[in-house]
């Protein structure tokens, strides 16, 4: 089976990544109340360089291996996501092999009576 991010399974499976994002909000709201007063007590101000620390880590996820997907259109997006067969009209278009490809266009002209 091949693997698929994180954000193409959502269209698979959508009821249960969305449970699973609600399951991680309401884990860390029950964080932040029960741990944070405690931790602000005893180590004071020194407890927000850990936020600074975690802030610092998701900046730098997102940076480096979230895909950029500003721009291209959703077969060129489907492209990247799940390969050259995601799209089963993909070889169509220009976006693959980097050159346009000239079609055939047949325009037919019908009264109506």
């Known amino acids: 089976m091949r693997r698929r991010p994180g954000t193409s399974i959502w269209a698979i ?3 249960k990544a969305w449970s699973y994002v609600l399951l991680v ?6 964080f932040g109340n029960y ?18 620390v975690w802030i610092a880590c998701i900046v ?18 489907a492209v990247i996501f799940d390969g ?3 799209y089963p009209s993909a070889e169509k278009h220009s976006f693959l092999n980097g050159t346009e490809k000239a079609t055939h266009l047949e325009l ?6």
Do not use: D, M
Request: charged content about 15%; aromatic content about 16%; glycine content about 4%.
């Open 60 to 77: 730098a996820i997102v940076y480096f291996f979230f895909v950029e997907t500003r721009g291209p259109t959703l077969e060129e997006i």
């Open 108 to 113: 037919s002209h019908v009264e109506k009576v």
């Open 35 to 52: 741990v944070n007063p405690v931790a602000l007590e005893n180590i004071g101000w020194h407890w927000y360089i850990y936020y600074c």
């Open 84 to 86: 050259p067969n995601a």
């Open 13 to 15: 499976c959508e009821a």
């Open 25 to 30: 909000i309401q884990a860390s709201q029950i």
